[in-house]
């Protein structure tokens, strides 16, 4: 019954930037935590980012000082501020969800793909 939508995934040149954004449909829902993960081909899903409703930012080593996440809790928004984009920033990025209300479960998003080249 929850859905994630994301946006602002697409075509960029190395150093370049773009900004990610998902909203979760559930508006009755609660989330302790939203955030990001990536894939590339051949690679484990990981972690980019995740914001918990009490604040607390966790980045993946290779993002930090790159990347920076913001959310609205209210609207069960989270975003995602990629500046000084590499080529290995390369993948699928899925946006995630964690509800604490109604009930305990994680939310996944279709992905949206960012591709980093020349």
């Known amino acids: 019954q929850v859905q994630l939508v994301e946006s602002g995934g697409g075509l960029v040149q190395p150093g370049g930037s773009l900004r990610l954004s998902c909203a979760a449909s559930g508006t009755t829902f609660r989330f302790n935590a939203m955030g990001w993960y990536r894939q590339a081909p051949g690679k484990q899903r990981e972690l980019v980012a995740t914001l918990t409703s009490g604040g607390s930012i966790n980045y993946a080593d290779s993002v930090k000082g790159r990347f920076t996440i913001s959310g609205d809790n209210g609207k069960n928004t989270v975003y995602l501020q990629m500046n000084s984009l590499k080529p290995e920033d390369t993948a699928v990025y899925y946006c995630?969800?964690?509800?604490?209300?109604?009930?305990?479960?994680?939310?996944w998003g279709q992905g949206t793909q960012v591709t980093v080249s020349s």
């Open positions: 995630n969800a964690d509800s604490w209300w109604p009930k305990i479960r994680a939310y």
